[in-house]
């Protein structure tokens, strides 16, 4: 059993910034720590270990602590993630061998803490289609049984022939900033992102109801996936759902073989990438009973939603950003809107 807690990442660029320095100060860290310390009693064990604070970026703060358990982790999300300690409890409820259990929730300040489940898929893992296969069919699991179920109030809602209007109000809030903010647009980027909401316009015309609305997950990254192999075979625990909307979940699949492309350096070939669809795709028809070829084309439809759910998302942060952290992080929700700016061709 591990009882030591890792490394603790470097602080990143946005270091200086309120909420890192927040999350740093000797106030807040004993504040947590005799939350935690309380937590950890009341489920029969105790803090054994020195506790680091693991990564602290403006978004959110992860801080370790070794107990007589093993390995728990504390998590705090800027507030416009602040609704994902809720939402794990409530998916604890639902889904509780598909996703991290939390020893304990604070839903008023958004605290969470949770026990390690041990190794994330790892690069190996991704570059094997078999583990690829079975993510994606634990992940069509995990939507379908979630499906019409999860009621919580606060997630933004985004449908899918509403995301070239989402797009025009950012880019239309953007290009109004001062011309020296982090985030203002100039005029050759709002037309490029106008022509981009229009291509959005006319491919989600034409997506199906055979998929109701409901959780979007947003972030299905393989380091947010711990990779269970106690019992010999792979079993996906899904965790970080700070970054989730209310869309259409088809996109969460995108996102995951985006980020497996990333990892491998490379593009999936295009017959690795179909059998992974129609891997998670039976999983979805055989729930729904809906025809394969109208999923097979909502799928290839919402493509394009990934990057807009991901800007969304991160717009949501701003609101609660200093300049520091303007200044420092503006580039990761102007490279999603690049994203969606690149479906103007």
Request: aromatic content about 8%.
């Amino acid at each position: 059993m591990i009882r030591h807690a890792p490394t603790a990442r470097p602080l990143g660029p946005d270091a200086r910034g309120q909420w890192v320095q927040r999350w740093t100060s000797p106030e807040w860290t004993r504040a947590v720590d005799a939350w935690v310390g309380e937590r950890v009693a009341e489920c029969g064990g105790q803090v054994c270990g020195a506790p680091v604070t693991y990564r602290a970026r403006f978004w959110s703060v992860v801080r370790c602590y070794p107990t007589s358990e093993g390995l728990t982790w504390f998590k705090e999300n800027n507030p416009g993630h602040r609704f994902e300690a809720d939402l794990v409890a409530a998916l604890a409820q639902l889904v509780p061998d598909d996703v991290i259990v939390p020893h304990a929730v604070d839903r008023v300040r958004g605290w969470l803490l949770a026990p390690d489940h041990g190794a994330t898929l790892t690069h190996h893992d991704v570059e094997d289609q078999p583990t690829l296969h079975i993510v994606v069919r634990a992940l069509a699991h995990l939507q379908c049984s979630l499906l019409g179920r999860v009621d919580l109030p606060g997630i933004t809602t985004i449908e899918p022939t509403t995301a070239g209007n989402h797009v025009r109000a950012i880019t239309n809030e953007w290009a109004a900033l001062r011309p020296t903010h982090p985030l203002h647009l100039d005029a050759g980027l709002v037309r490029r992102a106008e022509r981009a909401a229009d291509v959005l316009d006319r491919r989600t015309a034409y997506i199906s109801e055979a998929v109701p609305l409901d959780l979007e997950i947003n972030d299905v990254y393989p380091a947010n996936i711990f990779a269970d192999r106690t019992t010999g075979t792979l079993r996906p625990r899904f965790f970080d759902f700070g970054n989730a909307i209310w869309g259409h979940p088809f996109a969460s699949l995108h996102g995951f073989l985006d980020a497996v492309e990333e990892w491998n350096g490379a593009p999936l070939s295009r017959v690795r990438k179909d059998a992974l669809f129609d891997a998670y795709l039976t999983v979805w028809r055989d729930h729904i009973g809906a025809d394969p070829r109208v999923l097979r084309r909502d799928l290839t439809a919402t493509e394009a939603l990934v990057g807009v759910h991901r800007l969304v998302s991160w717009v949501r942060l701003v609101p609660y950003a200093d300049s520091v952290e303007l200044r420092t992080r503006a580039g990761i929700p102007r490279q999603y809107l690049g994203q969606v700016v690149g479906l103007a061709g």
